[in-house]
C-alpha cells in the first residue's frame, strides 16, 4: 500500500499489516455539519475548502459500509445557553482563530443544541453510528468515543473530516495516545489552509500514524478480504 511519509508517497514496508485490517477498523468522521460547511453569512465557524469533499466522502462510505466498515459520525454539539464554552469557559479558538481569519460575526451560535449548524451535510445510513457530545477539538473530549470503539472491537481509526490542523489532528493525537492505530485520509481531510494541512498531515505521518488516500486504504481492505 500506499502512504504519505512527510508529504511523499511512498510504498509502505511490510509490517503495517495492523493498520490496515478492515474487521478491526472504524471510521470516525469529524463535524461535517452546517455549523462549518453551510455557505451562508451567518454560518458560525466557516470551513469553506471542506465544502468540496462533502461528495467524496459519502462516496467513500458508501463503499466501506459495502466492506463491512462501520462509520462513526463525530459532531460538536453544545447545551442551549452556552453553560459548555461562552457562558462557561469559552473555548480557545474563539480567542486565537479570529486574531488570523477576522471577526467571525455569528460565532455565539456555533454548535448550538437544536440550532440547524448542528444538522450533518454528509449522508448517515442507519448502520451508522453517532456521537454529538463533542465540545472541545478533540473528537475523544469529553464524549464516549472511546468507550463506543472499544466495544466495537475497534483498534484502528480512520478519520475523514475537518479541520486537518484542529480537530483532525487533536483527535488523532489522542486515538494514538489510546494505542489505537490511526489512519488520516488526505484526501478526505480539510484544513484551515493548504500549508497547514500539509503541515499537520507531516506531524501525522511522523508521530501517530499512517497518511493515505481513501483509495489506497479501500484497496488494502479488499485485498485482505478477497
Keep these: ?22 474487521r478491526l477498523s472504524v471510521i470516525v468522521s469529524i463535524d461535517m455539519h ?9 454560518c458560525p ?29 463525530v459532531r460538536s454539539v453544545l447545551r442551549r ?29 456555533h454548535a448550538i443544541e437544536g440550532s440547524r449548524w448542528t444538522e450533518l451535510v ?4 442507519e448502520r451508522d453510528l453517532m456521537v454529538s457530545s463533542k465540545k472541545r477539538l478533540s473528537a475523544f473530549y469529553p464524549t464516549d468515543l472511546d468507550f463506543l470503539l472499544r466495544n466495537l472491537g475497534a483498534r484502528i481509526v480512520v478519520f475523514d473530516g475537518g479541520f486537518t490542523d484542529c480537530c483532525v489532528l487533536n483527535s488523532a493525537f489522542d486515538a494514538a495516545n489510546r494505542d489505537y492505530r490511526v489512519v488520516v485520509l488526505r484526501d478526505l481531510v480539510r484544513g484551515t489552509d493548504p500549508a497547514m494541512e500539509d503541515a499537520a498531515l507531516k506531524m501525522v505521518s511522523l508521530h501517530l500514524g499512517l497518511v493515505a ?14
Excluded at 470551513?47 to 462509520?71: L, Y
Excluded at 445557553?81 to 477576522?102: E, K, N, T, Y
Design 1 to 22: 500500500m500506499k502512504a504519505y511519509v512527510y508529504g511523499t508517497r511512498r510504498d509502505l514496508p511490510d509490517g503495517f499489516d495492523d493498520y490496515l485490517d478492515p
Design 122 to 125: 454528509t449522508e448517515v445510513d
Design 45 to 73: 465557524c466557516p470551513a469553506p475548502r471542506a465544502r468540496e469533499i462533502v461528495a467524496p466522502i459519502d462516496a467513500f462510505h458508501r463503499q466501506a459500509r459495502a466492506a463491512g466498515v462501520r462509520i462513526i459520525h
Design 34 to 42: 452546517r455549523g462549518h460547511l453551510e455557505d451562508d453569512p451567518d
Design 81 to 109: 445557553g452556552g453553560v459548555d464554552d461562552i457562558a462557561g469557559i469559552p473555548s480557545a479558538w474563539r480567542r486565537v482563530f479570529p486574531l488570523h481569519v477576522g471577526p467571525i460575526p455569528n460565532a455565539d451560535a
Design 213 to 226: 488516500d481513501s483509495a489506497d486504504l479501500l484497496d488494502a481492505w479488499a485485498a485482505r478480504t478477497a
